[in-house]
């Protein structure tokens, strides 16, 4: 056997020796012997979380007045389009609108046929050029006397988000169809029975809205309005078709509670 230079046995060292120090471990041996284990890594950073948070969407709490709240999911169609046609009209009451979305594409302004189509349907076209979306967070639905959501997911959504909140949210649609079996007159006996606070007559009446449920068999898929975005303006129209005669029954109720 012909060894290389590095194979020769050290001065004072015996070949045999030599060579079975340097014999490869077999695979028993190196079980039998494991190499220090590796440090543990450390901890991986938070995944940054994209979840809204009370702090970023700040509720004016020394704003007292009556307030109702619109939401869908990305707050730049449907929701905004019901804020601003319910603002026109309930503003003159002192009542605040606004809205948010579960889902909201923060910043961006209502699509150019939401507002378009709101303004035909009598909105101010200087507060639905303004808008911009937001998150909903729980302190707004806190905050809110009346909660009006486009669909069952996001009616869903506000009630787990803020369970106290469940007696005064509604769809639009589903408000409208409970309000039509509430007359005007027994909405304003409600808000009276609840004193003078505007804000304590609005919750009342929203509650004897609520009262209607189970009186009358509805189907629960009419109790949402079509989603529009990034659809024909043919959709749109429809949307707002299935959202306005709503906007009428809400004026109804907010008016027997606070005119």
């Known amino acids: ?10 001065e004072g060292m015996s070949r045999r020796e030599w060579r079975r120090r340097n014999k490869p471990a077999t695979p028993a041996e190196v079980s039998a012997d494991p190499a220090p284990s ?20 700040p509720v004016d709490a020394d704003d007292d007045r009556p307030t109702i709240i619109t939401v869908c999911t990305g707050n730049i169609c449907r929701s905004p389009m019901a804020e601003v046609l319910l603002r026109a009209r309930l503003e003159q009451l002192g009542v605040r609108v606004h809205s948010a979305g579960t889902h909201a594409l923060v910043d961006h302004e209502m699509t150019e046929p939401a507002q378009e189509i709101a303004v035909e349907l009598g909105a101010d076209a200087g ?3 303004a808008h911009h979306a937001r998150y909903l967070v729980e302190p707004m639905l806190r905050d809110a006397d009346l909660v009006l959501t486009m669909a ?7 009630v787990q988000l803020s ?3 469940l007696k005064r949210t509604f769809t639009l649609r589903e408000f409208a169809r409970l309000a039509q079996t509430l007359s005007t007159e027994d909405a304003r006996a409600a808000a009276d029975a609840a004193g003078t606070d505007p804000r304590a007559r609005l919750r009342a009446a929203a509650l004897a809205v609520t009262g209607q449920r189970g009186l009358a068999q509805a189907d629960p898929e009419q109790d949402d309005i079509i989603d529009p975005y990034r659809r024909s303006r043919e959709t749109y129209e429809l949307s707002a078709s299935q959202l306005a005669p709503g906007i009428d029954d809400v004026e ?3 008016r027997a509670a606070l005119a």
């Open 152 to 158: 069952r997911e996001h009616r869903s959504h506000a």
């Open 252 to 254: 109804r109720i907010v």
């Open 38 to 57: 590796a440090p543990a890594p450390a901890p991986l950073a938070p995944r940054p979380s994209f979840a809204p948070t009370a702090q970023a969407q």
């Open 163 to 165: 369970p106290g909140a």
């Open 127 to 129: 507060a639905a050029g």
């Open 1 to 10: 056997m012909i060894f290389r230079s590095s194979d020769r046995a050290p």
